[in-house]
């Protein structure tokens, strides 16, 4: 128990489904990020919530969206998505201070396989 | 883009022995850490060394630091089969943490 809750663990969708992951940290901290592991690949940085302030990665397709209701949840929403974008999506939390993260703790991971 | 990287990829070993992995990066850096990861699961974070820091330990865990030659080693002495992960390192890039393909390691008994 990492105290970063991910749900769901699994998920089967199609290309024209629209399916939401989320997460939730328990630590107080004040950042939280979404990261993709593809297979042979490094990990992913896809976006960043820290301080209230959104940063992303700008090759993430626009299939993908974040959202950030609060500093204790995390979402990532999904539409038309394609095969490729099969992969574990990994949610994390840390506290940032003066600009840069401590030590990030993970969820277990949303994996994703998408027909 | 990517700012660590491993090496080697994938490393077998008995239990009892000991299992180096290195990791080289990009750019200077205020600190280093190594993660964790259990097949399909979340990543573990192992040990944070500060760049003003050479070496230090953590149970069976040793992690040097080598900031001129922008390269760290993690060593896991006397190996157990619960050992078997993957191996990370990470470096701060520009907003968040930045990681490698990670070192696959294989602990047989």
């Known amino acids: 128990e990492t105290g970063v809750t991910q749900t769901p663990r699994h998920l089967v969708m199609g290309m024209t489904n629209k399916k939401s992951l989320k997460c939730e940290q328990h630590l107080g901290h004040n950042a939280m990020y979404w990261y993709k592991q593809s297979a042979k690949k490094p990990l992913e940085l896809m976006f960043v919530y820290s301080l209230e302030e959104r940063v992303e990665n700008n090759s993430v397709p626009s299939r993908f969206s974040p959202e950030c209701p609060n500093s204790s949840h995390l979402f990532l929403h999904l539409h038309t998505l394609q095969p490729e974008d099969s992969a574990l999506y990994l949610c994390?939390?840390?506290?940032?201070?003066?600009?840069?993260?401590?030590?990030?703790?993970f969820g277990e991971g949303s994996r994703l396989t998408v027909l | 883009s990517q700012q660590g990287e491993e090496d080697p990829q994938a490393l077998s070993i008995q239990e009892g022995e000991n299992a180096t992995m290195n990791c080289s990066y990009k750019t200077s850096i205020n600190n280093l850490q190594w993660y964790r990861q259990n097949s399909g699961r979340g990543l573990v974070h192992l040990i944070l060394i500060r760049s003003n820091e050479r070496e230090k330990h953590s149970g069976r865990l040793r992690v040097t630091l080598d900031t001129s030659k922008k390269s760290s080693s993690l060593l896991i002495t006397a190996s157990r089969a619960a050992d078997t992960a993957s191996y990370f390192c990470?470096?701060?890039?520009?907003?968040?943490?930045?990681f490698g393909k990670g070192t696959s390691l294989l602990v047989t008994p």
């Open positions: 990470a470096t701060f890039l520009s907003y968040a943490l930045n």
């Open positions: 994390a939390s840390s506290q940032v201070l003066r600009g840069r993260p401590g030590e990030l703790f």
